[in-house]
């Protein structure tokens, strides 16, 4: 229905196939040329009325014999548009059979994935048009959340015109309740932090009644401010010098609390140090200070809470945890135990939750860092959290009861092909794709693969080399493409092994073949590459042995025996005179 107003738009006439129950729909759209979709009809009676000519565009999400009739009835260097799922053709299968037409299969899933940013265009191109008039919203049915099954049975049944949708009603979340209450106190460990601090100001914003922010060193003058302002807000903010790892700390700031008249409601986790060092340099003082400000002191807040009535016990983990980062495999261990201490608390009914967050933003550990370990992340593609971001994603993992969950602001395409097997761990995939990679092309490498079958056999090397020299450039950090010579290996140009294993990845994961680290190695250049990678992607697309044709008038006995001798010495300009004159005898 989109199709038709886009096209109504800009003065195309449109011959459209529907289901009979639905023809009248299409002549309030306007359409004349109307056609029954549940036939093969269709096809003789376009042919018929367009004088032989058939449409110029067609497009189709018809699948089986539709295709070919839909492929009949486009017009000479016409243009055919798939936006099916189901057995549809290939860009090969459709060159056999008609390579004149100019043939595009539109995934709109996967241009959101690949391209969001171009369909935030094309939405806003969408909205223009509707306020301009040119086009309508489409028409919906709606159904409540609740009536998924009558829903899907509905468009199962094809009774729909439009779109489905389901609809949540607004008073489903009235009877939650509160995350965090005003009769209860919260405490709040790496309090005078800057995450401490921001972690205040968000229960404070959620009616916490009160927050006591622990740590070990009194607070400086500029967190002193922003706490005083948090009062100045009327939140009732406590500060407790004292040490997480120490019962009897941990112990006094709560009793304190406690005397204050308000049940611990709950305790927030943040504390934490670092101290990297390469594995070979870590030693038992730098394991034992980072695991101490964090599984001890959660150990401890365990054990001193076991008897108050509190509703959330949240740890600030790390995904260090889960990916590991170079130089700090003590910080990892630290925050994978606290990890496992979430789900034991969990497996013996306690309130718990762990999150695995990746680098802040303007806050926390992470923000103090380095250039060069941000430009580490920078190339696994992570990115710093806003904080308001993650408190957001925090609130609603608490109001969701979740133990343990990876917070990451990633581009995961690029992020993947930094794990030796192409992808991060299981866990992890899971969280974000629901899969463990791809086992076919992908569609880039698929259309790739589609232009190499159409162009001649000596044409799909160069062609094949200009896309490897593009992939490598961009993991070698070069301006360009053409600022990497094919013929040059890649060792030579920079290639480490952290890039050759992204690079093989990348190449696995795009073409579908299991290719190891080792072939970069037996192929060094982009030129060889490309050839060992042709010989793969299309084995069967050997090229023939040319037929070789006698020109001579005469019989093999005229060819004189010396005749390849006599030609090896000459330029190829006396060559082109001797078949000139060959020619023209």
Known sequence: MAAIMLAQHIGAEVYATASPGK??????????????????????????????????????????????????????????????????????????????????????????????????RMLGDCVDLIEAGHVKPLPYHEFQITESLDAFRFMQQARHVGKVIFSFPHEAQTDAPPLVRADRAYLVTGGVGAIGLRLAERLAELGAGRIALMSR?????????????????????????????????????????????????????????????????????????????????????????????????????????????????????????LDALAHLRQSLGLPALTVNWGPWAEAGMAHAVDSGVERLWAAMGIRAIAPKSAFDTLELLMQAGATQALVLNADWDRMQARFPTGRPPRMIIDLVSGEGGQGGPSPEWQALLDRLVNVTPIERQPLLTQELRAMAARILGLPSAEALDPHTALNELGLDSLMAVEFANQLSAQSGLKLRVTELFDHPTIDGLSSYLLALALPEEEEAEPEITDTFDGSDEDLPEDLFDSVAGLSDDEVAERLKALDDG
């Not at 032989?52 to 699948?63: E, K, M, S, T």
């Not at 037409?101 to 996967?110: F, P, T």
């Not at 670092?274 to 959660?298: E, H, Q």
């Open 217 to 337: 060193s009194a607070p400086k003058a500029r967190a002193l401010a922003e706490i005083e302002a948090l009062r100045s807000t009327g939140a009732a903010i406590e500060v407790v010098q004292g040490d997480v790892t120490d019962a009897q700390s941990v112990a006094r700031s709560l009793a304190m609390l406690r005397d204050l008249g308000m049940p611990v409601g709950g305790v927030f986790h943040a504390a934490g140090v670092l101290d990297d060092a390469a594995l070979t340099d870590m030693d038992t003082a730098r394991f034992r200070k980072v695991l101490d400000a964090k599984l001890a002191g959660a150990m401890t807040l365990h054990a001193a809470t076991l008897h108050d009535p509190i509703d959330h016990f949240v740890m600030f983990s790390s995904a260090a945890a889960l990916f590991g980062t170079p130089g700090q495999s003590n910080y990892a261990a630290a925050n994978g135990a």
């Open 23 to 120: 023809h009248e729909v299409l002549r309030d759209m306007g359409v004349r040329r109307i056609y029954n979709s549940r036939t093969l009809e269709f096809a003789d009676q376009i042919m018929e009325d367009t004088n032989g000519h058939g449409v110029d565009i067609v497009l189709n999400a018809l699948a089986n014999d539709f295709i070919p009739k839909s492929v009949g009835v486009t017009a000479a260097n016409g243009r055919f548009i798939e936006i099916g799922k189901n057995r549809t053709w290939s860009h090969a299968q459709m060159a056999r059979e008609r390579p004149d037409i100019d043939y595009h299969k539109m995934a709109l899933d996967e241009i959101i994935v690949g391209d969001p940013r171009d369909v935030g």
